[in-house]
């Protein structure tokens, strides 16, 4: 590990004139290592920040010969600077079902039945108090900024008279800012097919836009299994005409490409005792990925969620229709419903993101950790495409790689410090830093 030359105090002057307002409003964040997201690991390495956006990144020494007069460098010896984690998938309102559910399950029908029964019993309340709590474990996790899919608003509109002293982030850690938020409402109904009846479609479109501090608000469908093919054309359009990211979850277990192929099975069953079953309906004899492409519903700004169990022709469609894809493989080997292809989508070049899921499904929330797990499980995976997976790749899979996933110009000036051996061999160091996060050994940077 590269050692910072000079002086090694907590926190040095860039010679320059004094100006008292720029020491407030700058920092010039200087490590043995900065892991820009885009581009090679830059060593002896620091980021400018003015206020809470990244002004400059690179080597120290060039970074400070154009930091403006008075600003303050922090130094962060045997620490690497890396973006801020993007969860590109988590469902925070079951959050309250941590440890409800005995992990591993028996597969998909085993897991939803098991799911059904504990969900319940939960209340509204309950649901908004999941949500929070779930908020704060993404920020105690590294994570910048999330994807969150719910069947409900509460969440986002509290009722104010209850605490009216309560201030709006008055839950957020003193170490970090509030997680940014992509909610996505989930679009459900196997026998609906007008999207008015099944979405608050007035209030999603009225709500706060994100530019004033709440979240930006768009639909997911839930799944070909569990969604009509009219209600999934008609959110990806609702979307589309908003400039909006799409999700939807996609093969995630087989019963859903039987479902598809011959219109037997687990779900047809399922659906029938809910009644919800559609007597008419034809299987389309087709993947999860060729119905989804006959709908129209694939392009850039569609993410696909589990991708468990795509043909390489699957692959290659989404690939050309230039889709975004969110492997949640945790999530996946705790339901016992297989093992996703990350190879198969890394080597077409598609945009690939991490995500944890829920707490009904995963162990926690931490994006380190399931990529500790990646590494684990797929030892034919770089760990520097690992660590993109969940900083750019999840940006990027989010439509919020203008502000999040990278440390450049622009971007969120919000990012974690994780600690670094001093011995550590350049070779090993990325995987020693996914290493590090999981084990909690990283902290937010802040003045």
Not at 22 to 36: D, E, I, K, N, S
Request: hydrophobic fraction near 45%; charged fraction near 20%; glycine fraction near 8%.
């Amino acid at each position: 590990m590269p050692a910072l030359p000079g002086k090694s105090p907590h926190e040095m002057k860039v010679f320059s004139p004094s100006n008292t307002d720029m020491v407030q409003a700058t920092l010039l964040r200087r490590a043995p290592w900065v892991l820009p997201g885009r581009g090679p690991v830059i060593e002896d390495g620091a980021v400018l920040v003015r206020g809470r956006t990244i002004e400059a990144v690179g080597r120290y020494a060039d970074i400070a010969r154009i930091a403006a007069a008075g600003t303050r460098t922090i130094d962060h010896p045997d620490q690497a600077l890396i973006p801020g984690l993007v969860n590109a998938h988590t469902h925070l309102e079951w959050s309250g079902l941590a440890g409800r559910i005995p992990l591993p399950q028996n597969g998909f029908p085993a897991w939803l039945q098991a799911f059904n029964r504990e969900r319940a019993g939960l209340s509204g309340c309950d649901r908004a108090a999941a949500v929070a709590a779930g908020r704060r474990a993404l920020i105690e996790a590294g994570t910048a900024a999330c994807a969150d899919v719910g069947c409900t608003l509460e969440p986002f509109e509290p009722d104010r008279s209850a605490h009216p002293d309560a201030a709006p982030d008055a839950a957020t850690p003193p170490t970090a800012e509030a997680c940014p938020e992509l909610f996505l409402f989930e679009v459900l109904g196997f026998n609906q097919t007008d999207l008015h009846r099944v979405a608050p479609l007035e209030r999603l479109a009225a709500h706060p836009p994100a530019a004033s501090g709440g979240p930006m608000m768009s639909l997911a469908a839930h799944g070909c299994y569990s969604t009509s093919a009219a209600l999934i054309a008609q959110a990806k359009a609702w979307t589309r005409m908003r400039g909006l990211p799409f999700s939807i979850h996609v093969a995630e277990h087989r019963e859903e490409l039987e479902l598809l192929q011959t219109g037997t099975g687990f779900f047809r069953d399922f659906l029938e005792s809910l009644g919800r079953w559609v007597p008419t309906w034809t299987p389309p004899a087709t993947s999860p990925v060729g119905l989804l492409d006959s709908l129209g519903v694939l392009d850039s700004r569609t993410l696909l969620v589990h991708a468990v169990h795509l043909s390489a022709a699957d692959w290659d469609l989404v690939a050309r229709r230039d889709c975004k894809v969110c492997f949640c493989p945790r999530s996946n080997a705790a339901i016992n419903v297989g093992r996703p292809d990350l190879a198969a989508a890394l080597e077409r070049g598609i945009a690939t993101a991490l995500g944890t899921d829920s707490l009904a499904s995963n162990q926690d929330l931490n994006l380190f950790r399931e990529a500790a797990r990646v590494l684990d499980a797929y030892p034919e995976i770089r760990s520097e495409q690992v660590l993109r997976m969940i900083t750019v790749g999840g940006a990027v899979a989010l439509g919020c790689e203008d502000h999040f996933g990278s440390l450049a110009r622009g971007r969120s000036g919000h990012f974690p410090a994780v600690a670094v051996p001093a011995r550590t061999a350049p070779k090993h160091l990325v995987e020693t830093i996914i290493a590090q996060g999981a084990a909690g050994k990283w902290q937010w940077t802040r003045a």
